[in-house]
């Protein structure tokens, strides 16, 4: 499966972006799908994940209430809502993907990945 990231860019405290991952193998639905961040200087950290199925979605504390994961499967495509940016929240965005037999599965961990989009930088600045 090959990812494709887009939609970062510069954003003053306090805005919204939005963030696309198409991926190229169907059907996109029996992969478990998430987005990662990794900051200046800092380890890649989990950021929200969503199942195959969309039903279930899990997210970091540290973004709850402000993003949202989704997907289209018949786009082929996740996104990642982000409202009330926060300087905090500069990193570069990357989303993961993996094949599972269970659709309502979500997925947290980084190693239970395969595959991994090339990355877009997300700045929150004033």
């Known amino acids: 499966v090959q990812l494709q990231a887009s939609g970062g860019g510069l954003v003053q405290p306090g805005g919204s972006l939005r963030l696309s991952c198409a991926a190229s193998?169907?059907?996109?639905?029996?992969?478990?799908m998430a987005w990662f961040r990794q900051p200046p200087g800092k380890e890649r950290e989990f950021v929200a994940a969503?199942?195959?199925?969309?039903?279930?979605?899990l997210y970091a504390d540290s973004v709850k209430g402000r993003f949202t994961i989704s997907r289209d499967n018949a786009k082929t495509t996740v996104y990642l809502q982000m409202n009330s940016l926060k300087p905090e929240d500069t990193a570069v965005y990357s989303c993961?993907?993996?094949?599972?037999?269970?659709?309502?599965?979500?997925?947290?961990?980084?190693?239970?990945?395969?595959?991994w989009g090339q990355g877009t930088l997300v700045t929150v600045s004033s």
């Open positions: 969503i199942s195959g199925s969309g039903t279930g979605t």
């Open positions: 193998r169907s059907p996109f639905g029996t992969y478990a």
């Open positions: 993961a993907a993996t094949r599972t037999l269970n659709v309502a599965r979500v997925i947290q961990k980084q190693s239970d990945y395969d595959y």
